[in-house]
């Protein structure tokens, strides 16, 4: 990364109090202002690739969110040392696809992370992602060290009021959310908020200080142009690790939105919750950072 473009965005971002899009160029501004043709899509009964290949093609295709010549960071959830069968992490397959629709629209590089729980290097390569990101002509980058993370603030913040934040969230136009469904813990559910503790470096902080008060408000600092939620392996037991492959179902579902709150609701009626079970949905609601409302939505259901 260049480090002076770096500073010279990140603290022109800061004075403007901007929260999404540090290194947005017109042309994406531009791209953001499309409509698109639904809210959400969800889509049932295929493989992971296939599946978003249907969704991605009713929004319009991933031109629509990744314009020529821009830095796209796809995210997805890489915590754990076990393989795609556990459904720990994001699906491979799913990754692999959404580089390769990233690559074929023009994006100038594709690059994937996650601050992991176990071992990096066992967990990078175990989770089969390495190589699908390799595959697919994506680059995959280093979460495991603090020097990699900028301290920011965090707008409106109570809970937590800043963050440092994985540089990469900081210097890429487009962010693209990739979390997996699974039971949680101490969050009750992994979705796509959830998900952003993976582009922070101390997680302590919010487990000490209400954690799904700062799930839902650390959600407004850098919101995703697009959440793709993988449902296809679903962990309904023991999240986030799991414990064996009976803690797993599988739905061969995927959820598709610009609004990561509603796709978190969707994901939750999916995983047989409703979204007032979940408190960082209902207080990402009331920050008016999307809706749980998903009556209010137009959605297309698409059966493989």
Known sequence: MDRRRFLKTTIGGIAAGSLVNWGASARLVAQKEK???????AVRGGEP????????ASLGGIGMFVPKGSKVLVKPNIGWDVTPENAANTNPALIRRIIEHCINAGAKEVRVFDHTCDNW??????????RAVKDAGGLIVSGDSERYYQEVSIPKGTKITSAKVHELVLDSDVFINVPVLKNHS?????????????????????HRNDLHRCIAEFAAYRKPDLTVVDAYNVMKVNGPRGISRDDVVTMKAQILSTDFVAADAAAAKLFGMEPEAVPYITYA????LGTKNLDALSINRIRM
């Open 49 to 56: 690739d296939a599946m978003f290949d249907k969704a991605i």
């Open 121 to 130: 290097v066992k967990t990078y390569r175990t989770s089969g992602i390495e």
């Open 285 to 288: 609601d009331e920050m008016q």
């Open 186 to 206: 101490s969050a009750r559910l992994t979705v796509g908020m959830k998900n952003h503790m993976g582009i922070v470096w101390d997680r302590g902080h919010w």
């Open 35 to 41: 409509k698109l043709p639904y809210d959400m899509v």
